[in-house]
């Protein structure tokens, strides 16, 4: 049986948990520097705030991103010593690609730790996070942002972390004792927030083709947005639902309060809501606050194969930009613009693909682009990026209705897709 503590790296080194002001923890970044900066709602506002302040004392630094909720201001000065990459084409960073001041660097979510250690291909030298104040055995928590930073914190180099009362302490990899961090600053402010678009009229469509694709004691994989949210919000009747994948949502509170939710058919970490991150509001912060029914995880853990592979009735529901008539999915490109990056949708795509029982579910709109463009293409084109390939396709979800491509010809699955495709574009296809 797995156990997410056999997943959780070794630190390299004990630090001095050194308690300090964030002007002189900062300054003990060597210029060239590689910065990792923690994301989502974890994402150590103040402690960047005051680095950008300063910036003027370094020559060149590199900002390493992944998916941030809101812009930085480290990035409003591009060359001005900084320089970006990121994991995640946010909306506030495709102006810097197309400028030529921002690298994309793709990656799946499982492969964050390796790739930012030491001995990875992309190792950084400082990894800048944020956590609650000392949990009830003196540890500090990672939070809200666990699965994409805890192995940084064991590996980097140089490891700052912003001290947030406001942080919520969840139980899991997270928890650390002070000497994990070279230094701790003490901030308190608002943590980022998330909030859910209300779903429309398409959107309630797809999400119901999606509830009758779900099976009682499902091992359940969402992100977030309004489809993931509505799909939650009508599985209240389901018996016996387990949540294992990258997020924890308002709407999963919800769902557990409904007692649809219990965690306990899982074939692992029976009891226990798993996932690497939580992104929602303050209302979810406050619940997620010393939950024992938490556990927050690596991301080898959280979106492994190796591990998915193994859960019980395993269902990824993801989205994407567009997917062509063999199944080939694009979650990242419109054309050669980059918009996002692939995050977990591999990992889970490959999980659900060699997993018993399980299903990988793509639910999109059929058009984007306010009906102007079909989401169902003949082909991608060379331009745009594929994310899952064609060998990895199973369900497939429009307004429309559920092609089920798994097992199917070429043929077959082109003539699945055009039947859930839109009516205006029928005939191009």
């Known amino acids: 049986m797995n156990d997410f503590k056999n997943f959780v790296s070794k630190p390299t080194k004990v630090r001095d948990g050194q308690k300090t002001s964030a002007k002189v923890a900062l300054e003990k970044i060597i210029d060239g520097s590689r910065v990792f900066i923690a994301a989502g709602c974890g994402a150590p506002l103040g402690l960047t705030a005051e680095f950008d302040r300063i910036r003027s004392r370094w020559k060149s630094i590199e900002i390493v991103s992944a998916y941030h909720l809101s812009s930085l201001p480290v990035f409003d000065h591009p060359g ?28 799946k979510f499982s492969d964050f730790g390796h790739l930012f250690s030491p001995e ?23 939070g809200t942002n666990v699965g994409s930073t805890v192995d940084l914190v064991s590996s980097t180099p140089l490891v700052i972390a912003q001290v947030n009362p406001q942080m919520p302490y969840t139980f899991g990899a997270g928890e650390l004792p002070s000497d994990a961090f070279d230094f701790l600053v003490d901030i308190e402010e608002n943590i980022v927030e998330s909030h859910s678009p209300v779903a429309d009229e398409v959107t309630q469509k797809i999400a119901n083709h999606a509830i ?5 004691e499902a091992t359940l994989q969402f992100g977030i947005g309004a489809l993931p949210d509505s799909i939650m919000k009508g599985l209240d009747n389901h018996r016996d639902l387990g949540i294992h994948g990258g997020m924890i949502s308002n709407s999963m509170a919800w769902l557990l309060e409904t007692g649809a939710l219990t965690n306990k058919k899982k074939s692992m970490d029976r009891g226990l809501l798993v996932a690497a991150e939580v992104i929602g509001n303050r209302e979810l912060f406050d619940w997620i606050h010393l939950n024992p029914a938490i556990r927050l995880v690596p991301a080898r853990y959280s979106h492994g ?35 996002s990056g692939p995050g977990g949708q591999p990992d889970f ?8 029982n399980s299903r990988s ?9 306010e009906g102007k463009r079909s989401r169902i293409v003949k082909t991608i084109s060379s331009e745009a990026t594929v994310t899952v390939p ?8 429009t307004e429309y209705g559920v092609a089920k491509l798994r097992g199917l010809t070429l043929e077959q699955r082109a003539n699945a897709l055009r039947s859930i495709s839109h009516p205006d574009f029928k005939a191009q296809l």
């Open 390 to 397: 064609r060998y990895l396709a199973d369900r497939v979800i």
């Open 349 to 356: 795509a490959i999980a659900a693909s060699i997993g018993e």
């Open 120 to 142: 990875g291909p992309y190792p950084v030298d400082v990894a800048l996070v944020q956590v609650s104040t000392p949990g009830p055995d003196g540890k500090y928590s990672l």
């Open 361 to 369: 579910i793509l639910a999109l709109p059929s058009t984007a682009t």
């Open 212 to 216: 009758a694709e779900i099976p009682d």
């Open 305 to 339: 194969a190796a591990v998915l592979s193994q859960a019980h009735r395993f269902v990824a529901i993801n989205s994407a930009v567009e997917i062509s008539l063999d199944g080939t999915i694009n979650a990242e490109s419109a054309g050669s613009r980059v918009i």
């Open 80 to 107: 001005d010593p900084f320089k970006y990459t990121t994991l995640q084409a946010q909306p506030f960073v495709r102006d810097l690609i197309e400028s030529g001041h921002c690298s994309v660097l793709p990656c």
